[in-house]
């Protein structure tokens, strides 16, 4: 499956209501810019993950729920959370 820019955003927004038990409406889009990262795994690698080294160019989406922000990373192949609660996630 390949992701738009859009449907990255509202597939990460979905992913964010669901892990914090929230409505989606509450999932405030903060920015959303077109990012060049360092590697397959959008700079974000999960435990003992090992990415191909070529830069993937997407999209770093950031979120706010009651103040807090959340990060995200997405290019058409797959979208991943950033740093939350310690650690990077594969969200699809």
């Known amino acids: 499956m390949g992701f738009t820019r859009n449907e990255a955003i509202e597939a990460a927004r979905q992913d964010l209501a669901k ?5 989606e ?8 810019i077109d ?6 795994s959008l700079g974000a690698p999960v435990e003992d ?5 070529m830069i993937s160019t997407g999209w770093q989406i950031e ?3 009651d ?6 990373r997405a290019d058409k192949f797959h979208i991943r959370l ?5 650690q990077n996630y594969v969200v699809d």
Do not use: I, N, W
């Open 49 to 53: 993950e090992m990415a191909a080294q």
């Open 67 to 72: 103040g807090k922000t959340y990060e995200y």
């Open 82 to 86: 950033v740093d939350f609660e310690g």
């Open 35 to 40: 990012k060049d990262f360092p590697d397959m």
């Open 63 to 65: 979120f706010g729920v």
């Open 25 to 32: 409406d509450s999932v405030e889009e903060v920015s959303v």
């Open 19 to 23: 892990r914090l038990r929230v409505d």
